[in-house]
């Protein structure tokens, strides 16, 4: 039984040290100049996830309960809203976003109608002209972009 809830312990912090070697091998072409937040953070997050790790190898921090098919259900559902999110947004960045938020929003547990549909229209039509402002490309077939 304390295996199961070890390794349920560690998904998170590896996940996080994976994301983070990955993050900082494919930008090691990037200037240093343009990297000067985004590499120390990345640094941070990988030497963070080995102590966390590590914590919970040598058993000093409490483990939570075994990964079940009920406690899987919510994580599952955010990583395939993500997908949708990253591979859509090339085609069509607030289509992609509206779909992300009008599923994410319940599955994180707010189920009411009016916080769900506002939040799922006006956060990309708002992400979608701030970015517009800032000189950023965003695809777009309902506003040419």
Known sequence: MHKERTASALVVPVLMLVFAIVYGWSNRSVPASDMRFAMPVTLLLAVLSLVLIV????????VG???TAARLKRPVMLLV???VLLFGAAWDFMLATAAFLAIAIPALGVRRVAV???TAI??????????SMLGVPLNSIWFGG
């Not at 006006?122 to 970015?131: M, N, V």
């Open 55 to 62: 914590s919970i190898m040598r058993k000093r921090v409490p």
């Open 81 to 83: 809203c993500s997908a």
């Open 122 to 131: 006006g956060l990309p039509i708002a992400l979608y002209f701030g970015f």
């Open 116 to 118: 769900v549909v506002p």
């Open 65 to 67: 309960p075994a990964l």
